[in-house]
């Protein structure tokens, strides 16, 4: 079975720009979480979706905003980017009886310059 | 959210086995003890979870100390592949309500 797939692998954006990634979740699966990761720390919570409806927010700005689609993929947006969004950023699904296990995909490196 | 401390680093010999130490003297009677890893290059990975009994699988065994204020993340016999960064996270169990804060972990490293 495939596992949590994220879109692009690496993206390079500029100051400004906007930036769209995206995550299909687990066969099944309808809740998704996405993740931001800096170099040399865990990964800071973002968003969780679950049946197209925002379950949770971190602590982000509100350059970044993410919806769920009724297939559970998921978009994660960010405008006006900063350099300080340069950072892996990483999408989990998990399932109903499931809820202990959150299944991470491999991520999307964004770089900023 | 309730806070966890572990070691920022630790080695260990290859085929010994491996106690990881985290302690959470602020879990709520509610909290469930996660652990997840994240090999270089890689998301997370799930590891292993707990209420309040000791547990056991494939991957690990996770000891809980009686008034769950720390636990131990146990790797019986350690490997290259375990090689890691380790994290403990406390975390509620509320389906649609999943969010995990993590920590800066444990990097395991593994000696040959």
């Known amino acids: 079975d495939a596992g949590v797939t994220q879109s692009p692998t690496h993206l390079i954006k500029t100051r400004g720009q906007h930036v769209t990634l995206r995550c299909s979740p687990i066969s099944g699966h309808k809740s998704v979480s996405w993740y931001q990761q800096v170099l040399g720390q865990g990964p800071q919570f973002i968003f969780q979706?679950?049946?197209?409806?925002?379950?949770g927010r971190g602590n982000f700005p509100d350059r970044f905003s993410a919806r769920q689609f009724p297939n559970y993929s998921s978009e994660l947006n960010v405008n006006a980017l900063l350099l300080g969004d340069s950072a892996l950023y990483l999408c989990?699904?998990?399932?109903?009886?499931?809820?202990?296990?959150?299944?991470f995909g491999p991520g999307t490196r964004l770089t900023v310059l | 959210d309730a806070k966890t401390t572990q070691p920022n680093s630790m080695e260990s010999n290859e085929e010994e086995p491996v106690h990881l130490p985290c302690n959470h003297s602020?879990?709520?009677?509610?909290?469930?003890i996660h652990w997840y890893r994240q090999l270089p290059s890689q998301g997370p990975e799930y590891v292993i979870h707990?209420?309040?009994s000791n547990v056991n699988n494939r991957m690990a065994s996770l000891a809980i100390a009686e008034d769950r204020k720390s636990s131990t993340l146990i790797l019986h016999r350690a490997t290259l592949r375990d090689a890691a960064v380790y994290y403990c996270i406390l975390a509620q169990s509320n389906f649609g309500n999943e969010k995990l804060t993590f920590g800066t972990g444990t990097r395991l490293t593994i000696i040959p």
């Open positions: 602020t879990i709520s009677g509610t909290d469930y």
């Open positions: 979706y679950y049946e197209k409806e925002e379950r």
């Open positions: 707990g209420l309040t």
């Open positions: 989990a699904s998990s399932g109903r009886g499931q809820v202990n296990e959150q299944f």
